[in-house]
C-alpha cells in the first residue's frame, strides 16, 4: 500500500500477529493473513497508517486505570488468562495499544478530512471488553475508546456506532448505554454469547433511546441483514444525524464462521458496506471508519474484507428507500423489525411497519 494521503486509510501491521493465542484457539493470529490477502488485492487503491499506542489518557475514558494495570502485569507474568475464553502473552498488552491507538488514529483521519474512509484491521478485537475487565477474546475496546477521541479531541457531538459482528458488543453498550451522545445499533445472532442485546435493551436513563438493538434468529442471512439495514439503520441514523459512523466490524456472520450459525455471504457484507458507505455520505460527509471485531473463518474475513473495501472505494450509491423494502408476514425479518419498533416506538416512530 501507498503512503498515507487522501482516499481510504487501512492500518495494518505485523505487529498484530504478536498477540498469541494457545493452540487452536479462534483469535489466531492467521485471522489476520485473510484480511492482509484482501487488502493486498486492492493495494495500489489504499494508503497505508502506520499504528502507534494509544495514550493512557485516551483508554482512561473508557476502561478503568486498576484494569490497565492487571492488564500490563496479566503480560508480564504470561501465558496468562483473564477470563475463559480470554488469552494473554507476553506482548499482548502492547498489541492492545496498537489496536487501540490505530482504531483513534484511523477514525480522527476520517474526522480531519485526511481520509475519505478508513478500516483499523487489528487485533486482538475489543467489543466484548468492559470497563474493567476482558471479556470474549477481547483486551481493549478499540471502538468505543475512538468514539470518545472522535467527541474529546475531535470536536464531535454525535457519534453512531454500528456494530455488525455476530455477537453483542456487551462493553460497547455498557460504555455509552447512559449517553445519548453516542448511538450504538448492534445486530447479532440471538440468543447467544454473551447473553446481552434483547430488543428491550434501549439505553439507561438519559441515554434510553440511544441503544438500538436488532436480534436475529440463527440462520439469519444477506436478506435479513440487508433488511434490518434498510429498514431500521435508514430511518433510525438519519433521525440521529450523526457527525460520524464508526462501524465495529466483524465478519463472524458469514456463512462459514465456525463459530456462529448465521449465512452471510460476500454479497451480504457488500449490501451492507453500501448502505453505511451511503448514509455516511448522506448524513456526515462521508466519515465512516470500520474497526475490525471478530471472524473465524479465513475464507469469512477475505471475504467480508473484499466486500467492504469494495464498497469504500466505489462511487457512493443512492441509500435505500427503507419502504420499498417488504416484510413479508411471518417472516423472521418482519419479526425483527416489529421487535425493534415496539421498544423504540416513542423515539423512533418511524420504525412503524406500515
Known amino acids: 500500500m501507498a503512503s498515507t494521503g487522501e482516499g481510504v486509510h487501512v492500518a495494518i501491521d505485523a505487529r498484530f500477529l504478536d498477540h498469541r493465542t494457545p493452540a487452536g484457539h479462534p483469535e489466531r493470529p492467521e485471522r489476520l493473513a485473510a484480511v492482509a490477502a484482501a487488502c493486498d488485492e486492492r493495494s495500489a487503491e489504499l494508503r ?172 439469519s442471512g444477506d436478506e435479513e441483514y440487508t433488511g434490518v439495514f434498510e429498514r431500521v439503520l435508514v430511518p433510525v441514523a438519519r433521525c440521529y444525524a450523526p457527525q460520524a459512523i464508526l462501524v465495529s466490524c466483524g465478519f463472524d456472520a458469514h456463512r462459514d464462521d465456525p463459530l456462529a450459525s448465521m449465512e452471510v455471504t460476500r454479497a451480504g457484507f457488500l449490501a451492507m458496506a453500501r448502505i453505511v458507505r451511503s448514509l455516511a455520505e448522506e448524513l456526515c460527509g462521508g466519515r465512516i471508519a470500520l474497526v475490525l471485531e471478530g471472524g473465524y473463518a479465513e475464507s469469512g474475513l477475505r471475504e467480508g474484507t473484499s466486500a467492504v473495501l469494495e464498497a469504500l472505494l466505489e462511487p457512493a450509491r443512492a441509500v435505500p428507500d427503507p419502504r420499498a423494502r417488504a416484510l413479508p408476514p411471518g417472516s423472521a425479518l418482519r419479526a425483527a423489525v416489529a421487535r425493534v419498533a415496539d421498544a423504540h416506538a416513542a423515539t423512533f416512530p418511524e420504525l412503524r411497519l406500515d
Open 48 to 219: 497505508a497508517r502506520a499504528p502507534r499506542e494509544a495514550s493512557a489518557g485516551e483508554i482512561l475514558r473508557i476502561h478503568d486505570e486498576a484494569y490497565l494495570r492487571t492488564l500490563e502485569s496479566a503480560a508480564a507474568r504470561a501465558p496468562a488468562q483473564l477470563d475463559p475464553d480470554t488469552h494473554v502473552s507476553a506482548r499482548s498488552h502492547e498489541v492492545a495499544l496498537l489496536a487501540a491507538g490505530a482504531a483513534v488514529d484511523v477514525a480522527r483521519a476520517v474526522a480531519r478530512g485526511e481520509a475519505r474512509a478508513g478500516l483499523a484491521a487489528v487485533r486482538p478485537p475489543g467489543h466484548h471488553a468492559e470497563a474493567s475487565r476482558a471479556m470474549g477474546f477481547c483486551l481493549l475496546n478499540n471502538v468505543a475508546i475512538a468514539a470518545r477521541a472522535l467527541q474529546r479531541d475531535e470536536g464531535l457531538d454525535r457519534v453512531l456506532v454500528l456494530d455488525w459482528d455476530v455477537h453483542h458488543g456487551n462493553g460497547t453498550q455498557h460504555a455509552f448505554e447512559r449517553d445519548p451522545s453516542v448511538l450504538y445499533v448492534s445486530t447479532h445472532q440471538f440468543p447467544y454469547y454473551p447473553g446481552t442485546g434483547g430488543a428491550g435493551e434501549i439505553g439507561v436513563e438519559e441515554g434510553r433511546g440511544a441503544t438500538v438493538n436488532v436480534p436475529l434468529p440463527a440462520g
